[in-house]
């Protein structure tokens, strides 16, 4: 049977993505599908596959009176809005200090965005060691006057902000370049004519330039508002959780879950907790992006 010529095309690029579609249902779809029938479990993954006992719901009941899952709920919401708000707070006003009066600016751009794109195991390792007494950070915040400062990551109170600092900076980079790219499509003869009236730069700022890039600071804030939920290498390899529960975040505390104290259906059901939240999110971004589209 000879195939007509628009089926063969439709072949041709059916063939082309059945790989990622194999590589979709085998590593993204069954494991998901598989993890919400484990979070109904008390499944110990060393027993092997089908050695569980079916508890219902009670991994769901049971996680909200466990102290540890609500103080990692909470740092996980805490971290994900202040670390966003600042980040992008920052990320306009550079952006446009950057693209008015500064010289070479895509060097600046460019060293700002190497944070983003590095080794996050690096990273980190630096920021523990600019934490550390003799560290950078530390002697620093002596220089501005602070006498015996905190130990930072091995405090209980500031564990989480400090953490927080690292992923400000390393995300202010990727911010500053989007809106950089969004400034240069900026209708110019709106702010030839706030010149003409004589507009000071605090107030075009304000009035046009802010109000002009709140698509963009949406798309950035949802975006970046996902990834923080999902937080995890940082608080590993920085403050292992602790010290006590003080930055212990949602992914963190399932991998420990899953992993260390073999609890995989009571991991599982967090991580459906944490998918939930993610996909309020996703939903507010999919609702808003309608409405930007139309600005």
Same mark, same amino acid.
């Given at each position: 049977m000879k195939l007509s010529k628009e089926l063969r095309r439709d072949l041709t690029g059916y063939a082309f993505i059945l790989p990622n579609? !194999?590589?979709? /249902?085998?590593?993204?779809?069954?494991?998901?599908?598989?993890? $919400?029938?484990v979070s109904f479990t008390d499944w110990k993954f060393t027993k092997g596959v089908g050695n569980w006992n079916w508890v219902g719901f009670k991994n769901y009941v049971e996680m909200w009176s466990d102290q540890w899952f609500t103080d990692s709920l909470i740092h996980t919401i805490l971290y994900a809005i202040v670390t966003v708000v600042f980040t992008l707070g920052l990320a306009i006003v550079l952006a446009v200090l950057i693209d008015k009066y500064c010289i070479g600016k895509l060097g600046i751009r460019l060293s700002m965005f190497m944070p983003y794109i590095s080794n996050t195991v690096a990273v980190s390792?630096?920021?523990? *060691? *600019? @934490?550390?007494?003799?560290?950078? =950070? %530390?002697? *620093?915040?002596k220089f501005f006057g602070v006498e015996n400062p905190p130990q930072w990551l091995g405090? @209980? !109170?500031?564990? /989480?902000f400090a953490v927080m600092i690292m992923g400000v900076w390393g995300?202010?980079?990727?911010?500053?370049m989007i809106y950089t790219s969004a400034i240069q499509g900026l209708p110019k #003869?709106? @702010? #030839?004519?706030?010149?003409?009236?004589?507009?000071? #730069?605090? %107030?075009?700022?304000?009035? $046009?330039? !802010? &109000? =002009?890039?709140? &698509?963009? %600071? +949406? +798309?950035? =804030?949802?975006? *970046?508002? !996902?990834?923080s939920f999902q937080v995890f290498a940082p608080i590993q390899l920085m403050t292992h959780g602790g010290p006590g529960s003080s930055s212990s975040v949602l992914v963190y505390y399932? @991998?420990?879950s899953a992993f260390q104290f073999q609890k995989m259906g009571y991991a599982s059901a967090m991580s459906w907790i944490l998918f939930i939240l993610l996909f309020i999110v996703t939903m507010i971004q999919w609702?808003?992006?309608?409405k930007w589209v139309s600005y």
């Open positions: 579609m !194999i590589g979709v /249902l085998i590593f993204t779809f069954i494991p998901v599908v598989f993890s $919400l029938v390792i630096v920021w523990v *060691m *600019m @934490y550390s007494p003799w560290g950078p =950070f %530390t002697q *620093m915040v405090d @209980y !109170i500031w564990a /989480l995300g202010i980079g990727y911010s500053v #003869e709106i @702010y #030839e004519a706030a010149d003409i009236d004589g507009a000071s #730069e605090i %107030t075009k700022f304000f009035k $046009l330039t !802010i &109000p =002009f890039l709140s &698509p963009t %600071t +949406f +798309f950035l =804030f949802v975006t *970046m508002l !996902i990834n399932i @991998y420990t609702k808003g992006q309608t």
